[in-house]
């Protein structure tokens, strides 16, 4: 096996791109190897035998809208999802809001949903829903797409954490945190999901999608 050492890998012209190997190679990285990120991973393939997060997607909210929207990608290549999103603005008080999706978002689930057995999946708390001119900050769930162990997939989404500031005092208010499990008669997996607000629009927001690899 032939080898080659170096102290660094750069381009032929400012800002290009290094390419390791061709479609078909397989590069590996030996056993007691650290391999160390300081930038930016974007994974636009297949993530296999590395532990932790992928970051997905990313986006920046910045108008007021009465909905939001996104879609899940890589159904087969990760067990999981976290989905995290800070400074979400509504425009007025009320309970925010999720639906989940089959078919990419063309239409929304409106039944199903448990414990609460309405058709939608209310987020945050009853003494967050009643307060006005606050902000959804560091809000984190986890979105199980598929059951892999059954035909009839049984699905749901965990929130985590998160919090809601306001002006008044207390200036922190914590969100609920339970399970939501949506159970479908048919295979499909979850595939997109949308937030919103029981009345009114939001505004602003920075969203990041994970996949969760193990």
Excluded: C, H
């Excluded at 985590?160 to 939501?180: C, D, E, H, L, M």
């Amino acid at each position: 096996m032939s080898e080659i050492k170096v102290d660094q890998l750069s381009p032929r012209t400012a800002s290009g791109t290094v390419t390791l190997g061709s479609s078909g190679d397989s590069l590996t990285i030996p056993s007691g190897v650290t391999l160390t990120n300081n930038g930016t991973l974007t994974n636009n393939g297949t993530v296999d035998g590395i532990g932790g997060l992928v970051l997905l997607s990313s986006s920046t909210n910045s108008s007021s809208v009465a909905e939001l929207e996104f879609t899940i990608p890589s159904l087969s290549d990760y067990r999981a999802y976290y989905f995290y999103f800070t400074d979400l603005i509504p425009a007025s008080a009320g309970y925010l809001r999720m639906q989940l999706s089959t078919d990419g978002g063309s239409t929304y689930l409106t039944s199903g949903y448990s414990p609460q057995s309405s058709g939608y999946i209310d987020v945050n708390r009853t003494d967050v829903s009643g307060v006005a001119n606050g902000i959804y900050s560091n809000v984190g769930m986890y979105i199980f797409p598929k059951n892999d162990n059954s035909a009839a997939y049984s699905t749901g989404v965990s929130f985590q954490s998160g919090v809601y500031k306001r002006s008044a005092s207390p200036q922190y208010i914590a969100i609920q945190t339970w399970f939501n499990s949506v159970t479908n008669s048919t295979t499909s997996p979850i595939n997109a999901f949308k937030i919103f607000m029981s009345t009114g629009n939001v505004s602003g927001g920075t969203f990041k999608l994970y996949g969760i690899t193990n």
